[in-house]
């Protein structure tokens, strides 16, 4: 604040000026004392003024409810809800999510810091508050092809942008226990910065290693033990509830009233579906309420708890001098938002966000899709009688695999899919820089009867990933993706059936979250009616490419046993 700004607001606070907002009649949740509070709340530009009897040029009565302070998202893609900020915000602010700490590795793993930059220009001026740590993992191993890399020199001037916080999850904690001299230099990059980690299954001296150079947090957790063992270690945890991770109700029973402080909920990657109707931040302070923990606490781990991990001192709290993000709900435990303030303006009522020209504008990006020459043919893998073969099987509501080794149908020497065993083929091509790169490999879980399903959204390096019962079917949906700049497509019987185009670095579109949202539940529909056995099977396919999730994955350079952490052969 400058001295007149300071002058301005004492003067308020004291109550010898008018405020600018009264909220009147509702209760008021206070997250440092854990009380519910009566009392007028005063707000003056973007700021809380304090909790009292003061005159206001405009009152708002609220005639009872509760108010609360708005929700914050500790760890998120945006890219991964396939709309542009303009349009996330317009999902997220009805759902009284107010600040979000984003990682966008996704668009930088293809376009590099210009897709950093890109993020940071949409998100610039909006009602809700975008905040970006700067993606640690471009790309995110060795052992795929990514669209551009990012350094540590890279990493430390992207730090000195505004709004940028810190560095986003660590990855590769092979790199890190192995002491990548790259990885330790992203470290040394971000020293005295906040540095958020990745470390699924991580136990014992290998995590206090990753943990004690200075990565505080986890997201990645799927069992209480492991969430303990991590708390116990100092880290905070991320509790994560998106489309292909939900870990909420595993790990809300760890919740207790000395370790709630270093607890906050994060989405990680959540599809508009979710996000429009089961809800965002708020879903978890709901669920979180009806397992039993305090109101007051839930909410805390909504809102103050991911902003003081941040070290933002503004946010996150009715109290005076904090950002006026609030949030007013007829029930505290229904929690449900109806209105929803940022900054001190109305932004979002009754379920719908109220905005202006900056969240409309007209957003292009250049074609992100440069394959090399492909067909058919590229898929097929030749094979010996009774051939056994490394097989990643999907795991219900996780981003882990199982690895399985099994027998593969053999038809005139080469390995196909086994639609009666529900082994399909899967493959990643490669497709920023023509290298003619294409893993093969098999999954089970898809359930998949006939035809092939395809996506530019495979991460990390977001290749192309198609998981299919034919090789000609699995070549038609992929070309379809090239020729919509990037996106999902389905085909059977060779011919396209349904296609969701993301032309905006392969992962998003510039439509509005409900034209998309319509676009994904189509696509969806016609999985099912090919046979899949999965709500969302191309968030999970998407996940198949990602090589630091154990337990084995498949890049464009082959398949991958995660805990080994190397390349092995498809057949054993």
Same mark, same amino acid.
């Given at each position: 604040?400058?001295?007149?700004?300071?002058?301005?607001?004492?003067?308020?606070?004291?109550?010898?000026k008018p405020a600018?907002?009264?909220?009147?009649?509702?209760?008021?949740?206070?997250?440092?004392?854990?009380?519910?509070?009566?009392?007028?709340?005063?707000?003056?530009?973007?700021?809380?003024?304090?909790?009292?009897?003061?005159?206001a040029v405009k009152i708002v009565e609220l005639d009872g409810g509760f108010l609360t302070p708005g929700l914050i998202d500790a760890h998120v893609h945006i890219e991964s809800s396939m709309v542009v900020p303009p349009q996330y915000a317009r999902g997220v602010l009805p759902r009284g999510t107010t600040a979000v700490f984003a990682d966008p590795h996704?668009?930088?793993?293809?376009?590099?810091?210009?897709?950093?930059?890109?993020?940071l220009d949409l998100s610039e001026g909006l009602p809700l508050t975008v905040f970006i740590n700067v993606p640690s993992c471009v790309p995110a191993t060795h052992m795929e092809t990514s669209g551009a890399e990012i350094d540590a020199a890279e990493i430390a001037e992207i730090l000195k942008e505004d709004r940028v916080i810190g560095l986003a999850e660590m990855m590769n904690y092979p790199g890190v226990l192995f002491k990548d001299p790259g990885v330790l230099a992203k470290l040394e990059a971000a020293s005295?910065?906040?540095?958020?980690?990745?470390?699924?299954?991580?136990?014992?001296?290998?995590?206090?290693?990753y943990a004690g150079v200075g990565i505080h947090s986890d997201h990645e957790c799927t069992t209480a033990e492991e969430a303990s063992e991590k708390l116990a270690a100092g880290m905070s945890i991320m509790i994560r509830e998106g489309t292909g991770a939900r870990n909420l109700d595993a790990l809300l029973p760890i919740v207790t009233t000395v370790n709630s402080r270093r607890i906050m909920f994060a989405s990680d990657d959540l599809h508009p579906s979710e996000l429009l109707n089961r809800g965002h931040i708020d879903y978890m302070v709901r669920r979180a309420m009806q397992f039993g923990r305090d109101p007051v606490t839930a909410i805390r781990m909504g809102s103050l708890n991911a902003a003081e991990y941040f070290r933002r001192w503004d946010?996150?709290?009715?109290?005076?001098?904090?950002?006026?993000?609030?949030?007013?709900?007829?029930?505290?435990?229904?929690?449900?938002?109806?209105?929803?303030?940022?900054?001190?303006?109305?932004?979002?009522?009754?379920?719908?966000?109220?905005?202006?020209?900056?969240?409309?504008?007209?957003?292009?990006?250049?074609?992100?899709?440069?394959?090399?020459?492909?067909?058919?043919?590229?898929?097929?893998?030749?094979?010996? &009688? $009774? *051939? /056994?073969?490394?097989?990643?099987?999907?795991? =219900?509501?996780? +981003?882990?695999?199982?690895?399985?080794?099994?027998?593969?149908?053999?038809e005139k020497q080469f390995a196909v899919a086994d639609i009666e065993r529900d082994i399909l083929k899967l493959a990643v091509i490669e497709r920023h820089k023509a290298t003619g790169n294409i893993g093969l490999g098999f999954v089970r879980g898809f359930g998949l009867q006939r035809g092939a399903l395809a996506c530019s959204v495979a991460h990390d390096s977001h290749n192309i990933i198609v998981v299919g019962t034919n090789d000609g079917d699995m070549e038609v949906a992929a070309k379809e993706i090239i020729g919509t700049h990037g996106g999902f497509a389905a085909a059977?019987?060779?011919?396209?059936?349904?296609?969701?185009?993301?032309?905006?670095?392969?992962?998003?579109?510039?439509?509005?979250?409900?034209?998309?949202?319509?676009?994904?539940?189509?696509?969806?529909? &016609? $999985? *099912? /009616?090919?046979?899949?056995?999965?709500?969302? =099977?191309?968030? +999970?396919?998407?996940?198949?490419?990602?090589?630091?999730?154990?337990?084995l994955k498949l890049t464009d350079k082959g398949l991958v046993d995660v805990d080994a952490f190397k390349m092995i052969n498809l057949l054993a």
């Open positions: 604040m400058t001295i007149e700004e300071l002058s301005d607001f004492i003067d308020v606070a004291r109550g010898n600018d907002l009264l909220l009147r009649g509702a209760k008021i949740v206070n997250v440092f004392s854990g009380e519910i509070e009566s009392g007028n709340l005063a707000i003056h530009g973007e700021k809380i003024v304090g909790i009292g009897d003061y005159e996704e668009i930088a793993n293809v376009m590099g810091k210009e897709g950093i930059e890109m993020m005295g910065r906040v540095i958020d980690g990745h470390a699924p299954g991580l136990s014992g001296k290998d995590l206090n290693a946010m996150g709290a009715i109290a005076p001098g904090y950002l006026a993000n609030i949030i007013w709900v007829p029930e505290l435990k229904e929690f449900q938002p109806t209105k929803v303030w940022a900054g001190g303006a109305l932004v979002a009522e009754n379920g719908v966000a109220i905005h202006g020209g900056c969240m409309d504008a007209k957003i292009t990006c250049r074609n992100t899709m440069k394959p090399a020459p492909f067909g058919a043919g590229n898929f097929k893998i030749p094979a010996e &009688i $009774a *051939a /056994k073969a490394h097989i990643i099987e999907l795991v =219900p509501g996780q +981003l882990v695999t199982n690895h399985l080794v099994e027998e593969v149908k053999i059977v019987d060779g011919k396209v059936i349904g296609v969701l185009p993301l032309p905006i670095a392969g992962l998003m579109s510039a439509d509005m979250i409900e034209d998309v949202d319509i676009q994904m539940i189509g696509l969806k529909n &016609i $999985a *099912a /009616k090919m046979g899949s056995k999965i709500d969302d =099977p191309f968030m +999970l396919l998407g996940f198949l490419a990602l090589p630091v999730i154990p337990h």
